[in-house]
């Protein structure tokens, strides 16, 4: 009998999936914003509400034309989105420094949030952060160069590691330091994590892991050694504008000691998880203020409005999505897919921990959103081209599980 290699007939290799976490949470995060206003701020909510959607709508297109194109040409893409971007990371670096001179915004498109220039204005649509994009285009670009280095590689040693850091370095620092000025820690934490999971998962030694590991423990230890016995030094080197790093790091250590200043969110956020109790209050009952709830706050909207039970079902949606992102990871035989999506995974990790870690308490207040929960459009549609090149990875991955014998 002849034995060849053949597709089997089977239904279309959409990622049927990964759209269904994709609808849920976009489906939790229009309540959510909505209830984030409650019943005195409808109108203002329901604003938010549609302004989400639109940009759900806007990444829903984007996830068919990257589906369309195919997954080969989105690392040329990369690049070119790469200095446009930080061509917007420059003008909003000079942006900044005419606010701090002038008090106004350049050209009446940049805007300054709570002291950090993070965004152009876009008129009824809301606004663009360029940061957002960056995370993505700094992933894609990464994935591609640790796939080349081990492809080219010739044995393995610190030589050729170090020229791999180094090829990552040259890529990711230029548009961290712009992001770091504007200021927006946040978001250069984020990339900076993912990068160091796909650079963990790209083959390197593994003393590395003991360095890297030393490194972190010592710089924890100091750190804290600095905030307790030379706080007015540190405060110098990495408090930034007004100190608002390590007020953070205080309100997180002591919301109650100033809960009208840096304390107020998390005290509130947590007065709203202690008073929900199993069910919640209901959506748009809102018994405690939180202050911009929509965007860092969004999950202990989703406590107040229906309790332990909303909370539980976010974990369990986030928990179920990067499950399946790990199962796609380990399907794909394309190594630049599989570190994309290493990086992805890492990211969507760090935020979701970060984000209800702070909320609950455990973690220090950084402005990390809940991805794909948190009201914004440039994190929305970030994300959604993300899971487009991922809905390739994952149908090619399938495809090639689907050859049968015949």
Same mark, same amino acid.
């Given at each position: 009998?002849?034995?060849?290699?053949?597709?089997?007939?089977?239904?279309?290799?959409?990622?049927?999936?990964?759209?269904?976490?994709?609808?849920?949470?976009?489906?939790?995060?229009?309540?959510?914003?909505?209830?984030?206003?409650?019943?005195?701020?409808?109108?203002?909510?329901?604003?938010?509400?549609?302004?989400?959607?639109?940009?759900?709508?806007?990444?829903?297109?984007?996830?068919?034309?990257?589906?369309?194109?195919?997954?080969?040409?989105?690392?040329?893409?990369?690049?070119?989105?790469?200095?446009? =971007?930080? +061509?917007?990371? *420059?003008?909003?670096? @000079?942006? /900044?420094?005419?606010?701090?001179?002038? !008090?106004?915004? $350049? #050209?009446?498109?940049?805007?300054?949030?709570?002291?950090?220039?993070?965004?152009?204005?876009?008129?009824?649509?809301?606004?663009?952060?360029?940061?957002?994009?960056?995370?993505?285009?700094?992933?894609?670009?990464?994935?591609?160069?640790?796939?080349?280095?081990?492809?080219?590689?010739?044995?393995?040693?610190?030589?050729?590691?170090?020229?791999?850091?180094?090829?990552?370095?040259?890529?990711?620092?230029?548009?961290?330091?712009?992001?770091?000025?504007?200021?927006?820690?946040?978001?250069?934490?984020?990339?900076?994590?993912? =990068?160091? +999971?796909?650079? *963990?998962?790209?083959? @390197?030694? /593994?003393?590395?892991?003991?360095?890297? !590991?030393?490194? $972190? #423990?010592?710089?924890?230890?100091?750190?804290?050694?600095?905030?307790?016995?030379?706080?007015?030094?540190?405060?110098?080197?990495?408090?930034?504008?007004?100190?608002?790093?390590?007020?953070?790091?205080?309100?997180?250590?002591?919301?109650?000691?100033?809960?009208?200043?840096?304390?107020?969110?998390?005290?509130?956020?947590?007065?709203?998880?202690?008073?929900?109790?199993?069910?919640?209050?209901?959506?748009?009952?809102?018994?405690?203020?939180?202050?911009?709830?929509?965007?860092?706050?969004?999950?202990?909207?989703?406590?107040?409005?229906?309790?332990?039970?909303?909370?539980?079902? @976010?974990?369990?949606?986030?928990?179920?999505?990067?499950?399946?992102?790990?199962?796609?990871?380990?399907?794909?035989?394309?190594?630049?897919?599989?570190?994309?999506?290493?990086?992805?995974?890492?990211?969507?990790?760090?935020?979701?921990?970060?984000?209800?870690?702070?909320?609950?308490?455990?973690?220090?207040?950084?402005?990390?959103?809940?991805?794909?929960?948190?009201?914004?459009?440039?994190?929305?549609?970030?994300?959604?081209?993300?899971?487009?090149?991922?809905?390739?990875?994952?149908?090619?991955?399938?495809?090639?599980?689907?050859?049968?014998?015949?």
């Amino acid at each position: 009998m002849k034995v060849g290699l053949s597709r089997a007939k089977s239904p279309d290799k959409f990622d049927f999936v990964l759209v269904t976490y994709l609808v849920l949470m976009i489906g939790m995060s229009l309540l959510s914003i909505y209830s984030a206003f409650g019943i005195i701020g409808q109108s203002a909510g329901i604003d938010y509400m549609m302004k989400q959607a639109m940009w759900f709508i806007i990444g829903s297109i984007a996830i068919g034309v990257i589906m369309y194109l195919g997954n080969d040409s989105m690392l040329q893409f990369a690049k070119i989105g790469y200095w446009f =971007l930080m +061509a917007c990371l *420059v003008v909003l670096l @000079i942006g /900044k420094v005419y606010n701090m001179f002038t !008090g106004g915004s $350049l #050209l009446g498109m940049i805007i300054t949030t709570n002291g950090a220039t993070s965004w152009f204005k876009l008129g009824p649509f809301g606004s663009f952060q360029p940061s957002e994009f960056m995370k993505i285009v700094l992933i894609l670009i990464t994935a591609g160069v640790i796939d080349e280095h081990n492809n080219n590689k010739i044995t393995e040693s610190y030589e050729m590691d170090f020229s791999l850091f180094m090829n990552v370095a040259k890529w990711a620092i230029p548009p961290m330091i712009l992001i770091l000025a504007q200021p927006d820690t946040g978001v250069v934490l984020i990339i900076a994590i993912s =990068l160091v +999971a796909m650079i *963990v998962c790209s083959g @390197i030694k /593994k003393q590395w892991f003991v360095i890297i !590991g030393v490194l $972190l #423990l010592v710089v924890v230890i100091l750190f804290f050694y600095m905030y307790y016995y030379h706080f007015n030094v540190l405060n110098e080197l990495i408090g930034g504008e007004g100190g608002y790093r390590l007020k953070r790091i205080t309100a997180w250590l002591n919301p109650e000691t100033d809960i009208n200043g840096e304390g107020h969110q998390l005290y509130m956020a947590l007065l709203a998880l202690g008073s929900a109790g199993l069910t919640g209050h209901g959506m748009g009952i809102e018994l405690v203020s939180i202050p911009e709830a929509q965007t860092d706050f969004i999950f202990a909207v989703i406590g107040q409005s229906w309790g332990l039970i909303g909370t539980i079902f @976010i974990v369990v949606l986030c928990l179920g999505l990067d499950i399946h992102l790990c199962r796609i990871a380990s399907m794909s035989k394309n190594m630049f897919e599989k570190y994309f999506i290493l990086g992805i995974l890492g990211m969507l990790l760090y935020q979701q921990i970060q984000n209800i870690g702070m909320i609950i308490g455990l973690l220090p207040i950084t402005g990390i959103t809940l991805p794909m929960i948190s009201y914004g459009g440039s994190s929305l549609l970030s994300y959604l081209i993300a899971f487009g090149i991922i809905m390739n990875a994952s149908a090619k991955a399938k495809k090639l599980s689907d050859y049968v014998y015949e």
